[in-house]
């Protein structure tokens, strides 16, 4: 799920009781509880390759957010970066829809990851999960 907002609470599962109005999250599902950032285009700037897959080779990376920690990028820069990135190329506008799923289905998690605590733990998680 979307945080919505930055993520300041200790882990996700306190963002998400203050967030749902003291939620009773069982002490065993804690550890599997885990946050998107505040937008999902936030994970989808952190892979230039993905992006320009989907938009070509006009794409203006500098434009992108570059704080290394994506998920303290206010929702409302990184659809303003995004937009600026991808002016000039000719699938402009970004649209959630039309383009978001593709560039997903690119993105090296890895990649997320480096800039992203909650997309490295999911990370993880996942692969631990699949090799058990």
Known sequence: MDSDTAVTAETPA????AKLDSADISSDARENVFLMVQCMEAWLVTDV????????????????PQN????????RDVFHK???AIKATPSAPYHKIDHG???LAE??????????????????????SIQM
Do not use: W, Y
């Open 14 to 17: 306190m963002h998400l009781r």
């Open 49 to 64: 390759d993905a992006l320009e897959k989907c938009f070509g080779k006009m794409l203006k990376a500098r434009a992108l």
């Open 68 to 75: 290394p920690n994506v998920e303290s990028v206010p929702k």
């Open 82 to 84: 995004l937009a600026i």
């Open 101 to 103: 799923a593709k560039i």
């Open 107 to 128: 993105l090296n998690p890895d990649q997320v990851g480096k800039r992203s605590a909650n997309a490295r733990n999911l990370h993880t998680f996942l692969r631990r």
